[in-house]
């Protein structure tokens, strides 16, 4: 009785993706421009809404709601990318004034290099598969996304982790501005 049911709601809800993820893709591509991105978010949508039969089966609500939470999705993806843009560039924007360390900042910049190696061999073995081919292999989100076969939205969350990961290993180390 209860596996026909979960078919039922399968079904229910496949056809229910069918008719409205088209429609939705569109108006995330039409924001994020990206097809790849767009098409990311849609499928977070639906794998939200998979779990929310009370939500996707009212006809009434769901319309205004499909796109609220497409939108919501819109702008937590772009504030992700604008983080992670800053922090990029703070790396980067450290790493030009480093060349002129003395003893002291060269043996303090190699302690922090060391808590780094350490804090990636310490990841989960697919972000650091992943962390180690953005950082040291120089490949784009949608190459090691395609070599891992994965979306390039998982790709992204993956290296947003690993730096996170690393911020918190090495915020105590580096001095307070």
Not at 125 to 141: A, H, Q, T, V
Request: aromatic content about 10%; some cysteine; glycine content about 2%.
């Amino acid at each position: 009785m209860n596996v026909n049911k979960n078919l039922m709601q399968r079904e229910e809800f496949g056809k229910f993706f069918l008719e409205n993820f088209p429609r939705v893709k569109s108006f995330a591509r039409q924001i994020l421009v990206s097809e790849a991105d767009a098409e990311d978010i849609a499928q977070d949508v639906f794998l939200k809404l998979l779990d929310m039969p009370e939500v996707w089966r009212n006809k009434e609500l769901i319309n205004n709601y499909l796109f609220k939470m497409t939108k919501n999705h819109i702008f937590n993806f772009i504030r992700h990318k604008n983080i992670e843009r800053k922090y990029q560039e703070a790396v980067i924007n450290k790493n030009q004034i480093s060349h002129d360390l003395g003893i002291d900042e060269e043996l303090h910049a190699k302690e922090i290099a060391l808590l780094m190696r350490y804090t990636v061999e310490k990841m989960p073995e697919r972000r650091k598969k992943i962390f180690r081919m953005s950082r040291y292999e120089g490949k784009s989100n949608k190459e090691i996304s395609e070599c891992l076969d994965m979306s390039v939205r998982t790709v992204e969350r993956h290296i947003y982790l690993a730096l996170s990961d690393l911020k918190k290993s090495i915020s105590f180390y580096l001095p307070v501005e």
